[in-house]
């Protein structure tokens, strides 16, 4: 007999566990399963194992807005961050709704039942599930394999190479040559971190410069407030953290010139005189157009002032038998070398969705406040910001969903819908330039040009329009 379930969760990462901690707080008579392909939780917190690895959002935020992040820690490290996931777990009872090595291949939605069938693969087995609620926590990454370029010679290359994705857990860098490719956040965490660790030398090898900003590693407003009880100071530190960081997103749309000028002048006052800021930290593109880097306590400039690492902005002409030949013509010596190129993106976590027969296109599909697709029956998902803590849109797709479902108790609705309305203009759902996501743009859905099917990146406003408006708000169909 097939297993049933009211709401089914896919993933028992941040998101997943944040979902399931609501519903169990929400709704406490509502059957909930959570879902897990890999064989523990806490996603990418428990995936990434590489030396460093850290939050690059603060945590004030990036912790939950209903269950306090204690310390004065800003950027917090990896381990950290997953012991929070997985407390937070335990004490909502959620550790105990997780189903691990059961990855979701499939889902049919079937309206004359009202009901999603789900298949999943469980160790090579397929088994399926039915939920009256489909709601995915999977993330927009694929877990499985990272992106990495074809290099030309790679083959001939006589060293290690890595990605950060899949760390060896015995790979042995101390007193080596280490080269690490890229300048997004892995890169900027790794090279410090390595070089700490006792690597050689360290250098990071960029196509181009990325925005890096210093931030304190402990947040001065925590620090101050840490003798009060956290239901007092968590507030307060949160959304001053919440208002800084939309003002400076904001003053960078508006005054580029003067926020790019900010962050050269903070640069080069930490970077030693031997590194061109222009050459080597002046991007091409205005703040946040891609995501900006921050480093706590400045720790990526103190190891360039150290001399145990460098930066080099060059292209790989092709890897030798010692190293990397640029195009410039110089050679980088090399032992270890350290793929930081990036993320392969995976919509809704890879699941074919099917809706009365029908496959769901994701390109063809509009998002309905970032949290459904149009035409899709009784399915949320999860996706954080691209210019914030993943976390603060986790938690108002959990509030909107969690109230979704009171309404629909309330009036005796079985099927909610976000119908596609043909007269809103299409726009990219991510408005960046970075790769990583120019390289998933026909895999991904689409975001219109008018609220509600308009993403602004903006929490305050989200705030009011996901949480503050009628769940019946004459767009969503309820049958």
Not at 127 to 153: I, N, V
Not at 187 to 205: F, K
């Amino acid at each position: 007999m097939t297993e049933h379930v009211d709401v089914l969760i896919v993933g028992a990462g941040l998101s997943g566990i944040g979902a399931a901690c609501r519903l169990r707080t929400e709704h406490p008579g509502r059957s909930v399963a959570v879902l897990e392909a890999r064989e523990a939780s806490g996603g990418t917190w428990d995936l990434f194992r590489y030396p460093g690895i850290r939050s690059d959002s603060d945590m004030f935020t990036f912790g939950f807005r209903w269950r306090p992040w204690v310390g004065a820690r800003a950027l917090a490290d990896g381990p950290s961050i997953l012991r929070y996931l997985r407390a937070v777990a335990e004490e909502y009872g959620v550790d105990r709704l997780i189903r691990y090595r059961h990855r979701v291949v499939a889902a049919s939605w079937d309206t004359a039942t009202a009901r999603w069938t789900v298949e999943i693969d469980r160790d090579g087995e397929t088994h399926t599930m039915t939920t009256d609620f489909l709601w995915g926590c999977g993330g927009y990454y694929d877990y499985d394999k990272g992106f990495a370029p074809d290099f030309p010679g790679l083959d001939r290359f006589g060293g290690t190479v890595v990605h950060p994705q899949h760390w060896p857990e015995d790979l042995d860098y101390a007193g080596k040559r280490v080269v690490v490719i890229g300048s997004g956040a892995t890169a900027v965490t790794l090279v410090p971190a390595m070089a700490e660790a006792g690597a050689g030398h360290v250098t990071m090898l960029q196509r181009s410069p990325t925005y890096v900003l210093s931030l304190p590693g402990d947040d001065p407003v925590a620090k101050r407030l840490s003798r009060l009880p956290a239901k007092i100071s968590y507030p307060i530190v949160r959304w001053k953290a919440i208002l800084v960081a939309t003002l400076f997103f904001q003053a960078a749309r508006r005054w580029p010139d003067k926020v790019r000028g900010m962050i050269r002048k903070q640069a080069i006052r930490q970077l030693p005189r031997e590194v061109d800021v222009d050459t080597h930290f002046k991007p091409a593109y205005n703040p946040w157009d891609q995501r900006l880097c921050f480093v706590p306590d400045g720790d990526l400039f103190k190891t360039l002032r150290s001399g145990r690492a460098s930066v080099v902005t060059d292209h790989v002409d092709t890897f030798t038998e010692s190293g990397i030949r640029l195009r410039s013509g110089e050679e980088l010596d090399a032992d270890v070398v350290v793929s930081a190129t990036g993320l392969t993106l995976k919509a809704m976590g890879g699941v074919e969705l099917t809706v009365d027969g029908t496959p769901v296109k994701m390109h063809e599909t509009m998002t309905y406040r970032a949290l459904m697709l149009s035409d899709v029956p009784n399915f949320a998902f999860t996706i954080g910001y691209t210019n914030a803590s993943w976390t603060l849109k986790a938690d108002l797709v959990a509030d909107f969903v969690c109230r979704l479902l009171t309404h629909m108790d309330r009036t005796g609705v079985r099927r909610v819908v976000a119908p596609r309305d043909p007269s809103v203009g299409t726009e990219r759902l991510i408005d960046f330039s970075s790769g990583y996501i120019l390289r998933a743009l026909d895999a991904l859905p689409q975001q219109g040009d008018r609220e509600p099917w308009k993403l602004r990146q903006n929490y305050l406003r989200d705030v009011r329009a996901i949480n503050h408006r009628p769940v019946d708000d004459g767009v969503l169909q309820f049958t």
